[in-house]
Each structure stands twice: as C-alpha cells, then as structure tokens.
Nanobody
C-alpha cells in the first residue's frame, strides 16, 4: 500500500484558484489509479476527479468539469488537483486515495478506494 499526504488547501475568495497536492510514499505509486474526493459538513464523501496510473485517463464529476484538472507526476510520486473558478459550494475537506487493485477505471464510490490521506480543508468565501 501507499501512504498519502495532502497539502495545498486554504481560504480563497469565490472565483479564485488553489492547487492541491497529494504526496505518496511506500509501494510503487505508479501502480495505482488515484482519486480526489471531498466531504462537506453533513454530507457524504463524493468523488471530485480520478486519474489512471499513466495519467492518460481522467474522470471528473459534473460539478467540477471545466474548472478542475487532475494530473500526476509519477517521478515525484505526486498527484495534483488544480482548482479554478472556485465556488462557495466547493468548500469541503478534500482527500486523495488510491484505487484498490482489480477495480476497473474509473470508479466513483469511496469504498473502491483505500490508503486515504488525512485531508486538506478548502474554504471558499462568497
């Protein structure tokens, strides 16, 4: 398995941008498809974006299409989430996780992922 640490969250005004990073250590990072999720208070954890092992395949939730970009650098063992045109409703704790082996890509349900990081708070002021 891999160990994951998210960073890059913060407070930003609506319309602003943030870039989240998820640094991996442990077993070979490039073996794993990765996902970004978020969870707002009182709401279920939901997928934001996912990327396959090579970076050639990506998935986005409808709510972030055209605003967010997921990418990865396997040489740096890091996956990124560039978030532009942020909205108040993007406020949440954002998590990265690794797709469990033998799951097809993409997967949107959190139970298909493991090795969750501790999360990073994104707060968008309106």
């Amino acid at each position: 398995q891999v160990q994951l640490v998210e960073s890059g969250g913060g407070l930003v005004q609506a319309g602003g941008s943030l870039r989240l990073s998820c640094a991996a250590s442990g077993r070979t990072f490039s073996n794993y498809a990765m996902g970004w999720f978020r969870q707002a208070p009182g709401k279920e954890r939901e997928v934001v974006a996912a990327i396959n092992w090579s970076g050639a395949g990506t998935f986005y939730a409808d709510s972030v299409k055209g605003r967010f970009t997921i990418s990865r650098d396997n040489a740096k063992n890091t996956v990124y989430l560039q978030m532009n045109s942020l909205k108040f409703e993007d406020t949440a704790v954002h998590y990265c996780a690794a797709l469990k082996p033998s799951r097809g890509f993409p997967q949107t349900a959190p139970q298909n992922y493991y090795c969750w990081g501790q999360g990073t708070q994104v707060t968008v002021s309106s």
